[in-house]
Structures are given as C-alpha cells and as structure tokens.
T-cell receptor
Framework: DAGVTQSPTHLIKTRGQQVTLRCSPK?????VSWYQQALGQGPQFIFQ???????QRGNFPDRFSGHQFPNYSSELNVNALLLGDSALYLC??????????????FGPGTRLTVT | RKEVEQDPGPFNVPEGATVAFNCTYS??????FFWYRQDCRKEPKLLMS???SGNEDGRFTAQLNRASQYISLLIRDSKLSDSATYLC????????????FGDGTTLTVKP
C-alpha cells in the first residue's frame, strides 16, 4: 500500500517565478492538506482540499493556490515567489482513526529553494 | 502568544531514562490532539493520537488535561532511536482541517 507521495523532492526557483508541487494521497484517503515548514519551526497549515474544493485555509496570501483532481491527487501552486517562500512543503492525507478523529499521514515533502 | 507552545529543548538524556514533554494550547474549543515525531529533514510521522482518558502505546504514554489546556508525552526506557523532534498538534475539530503544530521539542538520547 503506497503512502503519500510528492513530487518533485527538490526544486530551485528564482524570485518572481511560479512553481507547482504535486501530491498523491494514501490509498483510500480523500482529503489532502498542504503545509509549509520553515527551518526550526513546526508545519504551518496552508489549505485543505476535499471533494475537489478548498475546504479550509490558513493565513497564506492568494499567491498560494491549489487544486484537487477527481482521483484525490492535489497540486499546490505558488506565484511570484519570494525568498521567504523557501521551505519544506508537506502534503498530508487523512482518514478516520479508531477514536473517531481524522489522523493525518505526511508525504516526504518538496524542498523548495528560492534564490 | 502562539496557539500551541512547546519547550524547544533540547532534552539530552541517557539510554534507559524516562523523559516527559509538555505542550500547551490556547484555544479551549480544541477537539483533537496528536503527537508526531520528525527526524532530521524528514516528514512528520504520527506517533499517537491523544484521547481524553489518556492512552499508552508500548513505552509511550500520552495524557490530555482539558482544564489546564495541555497535553503531555512520556517516554519510558529511552532508546537511541527515540532521538528526534516531537511535535504537538491540536485541531479545532475532529476532522483533520487546520491543524496547528507546535515548533517541536528536540530529544537526543545518548549511550
């Protein structure tokens, strides 16, 4: 059973460029969340997709957008890249755990460097 | 003040020691709680969900104190392989949306 997969693993972009990151959820999971993790900090919630719609959003500007496809895979797009967007971008898919709460499982992440 | 706060450590303990981490949260409406483990430059991995009655998984015990708004993680008989950063996670609902992570507590277990 494949876990959450993400591509690419590493990416180097220049300020002002645009980037698209991809995520395939764990089999059987229909909800995908994206997080940004800067060095030395915990992951920060960007947004969550369910049934191809953005269900919740964190405190990120409109430069961050996403999409979910009918097969539940998802993309994260970032426009007009800033140096401060350099981070590890994590995708998580979720399922209902035994206690009736949703548990998230993370992919290996995409490490984005903006120069 | 951050929504979820953890002592960053580092905690340096010898093998076999017992170590405890605390995490406080500010939103009293929080509904679900988790501990994740993150190794250097890797993704967070779910260690355990934290149930209202407390729960144990082998050497790991998690407790929730809603009145004081904190959760704890106790690791008994520490192993070298327990060295990692431990992240506390709080959700406002029982679904996985908008999880708030602490910045983590770093544990190093030494021989």
């Amino acid at each position: 059973d494949a876990g959450v997969t993400q591509s690419p693993t590493h990416l180097i972009k220049t300020r002002g460029q645009q980037v698209t990151l991809r995520c395939s959820p764990k089999s059987g999971h229909d909800t995908v969340s994206w997080y940004q993790q800067a060095l030395g900090q915990g992951p920060q919630f960007i947004f969550q997709y369910y049934e191809e719609e953005e269900r919740q959003r964190g405190n990120f500007p409109d430069r961050f957008s996403g999409h979910q496809f009918p097969n539940y895979s998802s993309e994260l797009n970032v426009n007009a890249l800033l140096l401060g967007d350099s981070a590890l971008y994590l995708c998580a898919s979720s399922t209902l755990g035994v206690a009736g709460v949703y548990e998230q499982y993370f992919g290996p992440g995409t490490r984005l460097t903006v120069t | 003040r951050k929504e979820v706060e953890q002592d960053p450590g580092p905690f340096n303990v010898p093998e076999g020691a017992t170590v405890a981490f605390n995490c406080t949260y500010s939103n009293s409406a929080s509904q679900s709680f988790f501990w994740y483990r993150q190794d250097c430059r890797k993704e967070p991995k779910l260690l355990m969900s934290v149930y209202s009655s407390g729960n144990e998984d082998g050497r790991f015990t998690a407790q929730l104190n809603r009145a004081s708004q904190y959760i704890s993680l106790l690791i008994r008989d520490s192993k070298l392989s327990d060295s990692a950063t431990y992240l506390c996670v709080v959700n406002k609902g029982t679904n996985a949306g908008k999880s708030t992570f602490g910045d983590g507590t770093t544990l190093t277990v030494k021989p």
